[in-house]
């Protein structure tokens, strides 16, 4: 595949303007790899973004219990490696090529230089990976659900009744400042955000987002207390994660315009900042035309933070997955089946 072919074929860059794609082009270098040869194994530094252009790579994540499971193969067009340019945790898996592969690779150090001067093509690179991290987190939820073999139904929870938040008075804004995985924010960034929203509160046990909500257009980002993510089963809720102070809620959906990827419900009293959806606009669909801000700019620093709740909701799908699978081979080992 010719470089400038790259974005036709990828169902993550196509979206790419051509500023966008040209900008791509000239920060990324090449790799290339044998069959059999290792890209970058779980537990690495996440230090790049890799997109293929020719051959096959395989994704392989290890589960509890020391047990391996291999996740879809990378195809030509493709992204992997997208968490490094979101978060900065170690790599999740291990990728490996199955087949002779090449491709274009892109710094993590490169492309935080070009965001934090709001270079265009970075910024609508981001909103793709983001786009990207939401769109596999949707699958793997989708294949817990389709799986429904992970916790027995005598600890699953009663599902929640619909709530009506209710207004709370106080300073949204020192609240979103004084928050740890909001820092990037700042106060002035504390402050843009919380002006068009409002503060709200929801009690313990009451439901706030439906998986059959299908105008999922608000983002809800926790300030005191804890939501709770859960799928429904036969005998009530299953639960997913949990989302603790400073984090952001519904931002699958709102990525993605598809309905929420899980019910969401009050885990104990939660005091949370409802932001309408409209606001996010400029980060979820940023173009070469409009003023996407910068890393110091409050959009930019939103754009970081929604960044790092999807990988966070991703390794969080990953993680329930993984023990699922890693229960559901040791019952078939211990009936005399094999792993």
Same mark, same amino acid.
């Given at each position: 595949?010719?470089?400038?072919?790259?974005?036709?074929?990828?169902?993550?860059?196509?979206?790419?303007?051509?500023?966008?794609?040209?900008?791509?082009?000239?920060?990324?270098?090449?790799?290339?790899?044998?069959?059999?040869?290792?890209?970058?194994?779980?537990?690495?530094?996440?230090?790049?973004?890799?997109?293929?252009?020719?051959?096959?790579?395989?994704?392989?994540?290890?589960?509890?219990?020391?047990?391996?499971?291999?996740?879809?193969?990378?195809?030509?067009?493709?992204?992997?490696?997208?968490?490094?340019?979101?978060?900065?945790?170690?790599?999740?898996?291990?990728?490996?090529? &199955?087949?002779?592969? #090449?491709?274009?690779?892109?710094?993590?150090?490169?492309?935080?230089?070009?965001?934090?001067?709001?270079?265009?093509?970075?910024?609508?690179?981001?909103?793709?990976?983001?786009?990207?991290?939401?769109?596999?987190?949707?699958?793997?939820?989708?294949?817990?659900?389709?799986?429904?073999?992970?916790?027995?139904?005598?600890?699953?929870?009663?599902?929640?009744?619909?709530?009506?938040?209710?207004?709370?008075?106080?300073?949204?804004?020192?609240?979103?400042?004084?928050?740890?995985?909001?820092?990037? /924010?700042?106060?002035?960034?504390?402050?843009? &955000?919380?002006?068009?929203?409002?503060?709200?509160?929801?009690?313990?046990?009451?439901?706030?987002?439906?998986?059959?909500?299908?105008?999922?257009?608000?983002?809800?980002?926790?300030?005191?207390?804890? /939501?709770?993510?859960?799928?429904?089963?036969?005998?009530?809720?299953?639960?997913?994660?949990?989302?603790?102070?400073? #984090?952001?809620?519904?931002?699958?959906?709102?990525?993605?315009?598809?309905?929420?990827?899980?019910?969401?419900?009050?885990?104990?009293?939660?005091? /949370?900042?409802?932001?309408?959806?409209?606001?996010?606009?400029?980060?979820?669909?940023?173009?070469?035309?409009?003023?996407?801000?910068?890393?110091?700019?409050?959009?930019?620093? &939103?754009?970081?933070?929604?960044?790092?709740?999807?990988?966070?909701?991703?390794?969080?799908?990953?993680?329930?997955?993984?023990?699922? &699978?890693?229960?559901?081979?040791?019952? /078939?080992?211990?009936?005399?089946?094999?792993?």
């Amino acid at each position: 595949m010719a470089r400038a072919d790259i974005f036709a074929q990828s169902p993550q860059l196509a979206r790419l303007d051509a500023l966008a794609r040209a900008e791509v082009l000239a920060n990324a270098t090449r790799f290339a790899l044998d069959s059999g040869q290792v890209l970058f194994r779980q537990g690495d530094v996440a230090d790049a973004l890799y997109i293929l252009e020719s051959g096959r790579l395989g994704i392989e994540t290890r589960l509890p219990g020391d047990d391996t499971a291999a996740l879809s193969p990378i195809l030509p067009g493709e992204v992997v490696g997208e968490f490094a340019l979101l978060d900065d945790a170690p790599r999740s898996a291990r990728v490996t090529a &199955l087949l002779p592969s #090449e491709g274009l690779r892109i710094s993590r150090a490169r492309f935080h230089a070009l965001l934090a001067d709001a270079q265009p093509g970075t910024v609508q690179l981001a909103a793709g990976l983001r786009r990207l991290v939401a769109t596999r987190t949707r699958a793997t939820l989708a294949r817990i659900a389709a799986e429904g073999r992970f916790e027995p139904s005598s600890l699953r929870r009663a599902i929640s009744f619909m709530a009506k938040p209710v207004p709370v008075a106080g300073d949204a804004a020192a609240l979103l400042a004084g928050l740890g995985k909001l820092a990037d /924010l700042g106060p002035d960034g504390a402050r843009a &955000l919380a002006t068009p929203s409002r503060m709200v509160g929801v009690e313990r046990g009451q439901g706030l987002v439906c998986i059959n909500d299908d105008t999922p257009n608000t983002l809800w980002i926790v300030l005191r207390g804890a /939501l709770r993510a859960s799928m429904a089963r036969t005998g009530g809720a299953e639960q997913i994660s949990i989302h603790g102070p400073g #984090e952001c809620v519904n931002v699958i959906a709102l990525e993605d315009g598809a309905a929420p990827s899980l019910d969401i419900a009050a885990a104990e009293d939660c005091v /949370l900042l409802r932001v309408p959806g409209k606001v996010l606009q400029p980060v979820l669909q940023p173009d070469s035309t409009n003023d996407s801000g910068s890393a110091n700019d409050w959009h930019g620093a &939103l754009a970081l933070v929604l960044g790092r709740q999807l990988v966070r909701d991703q390794r969080r799908a990953n993680r329930h997955l993984g023990r699922a &699978l890693a229960l559901e081979r040791f019952n /078939l080992g211990g009936l005399g089946g094999h792993a």
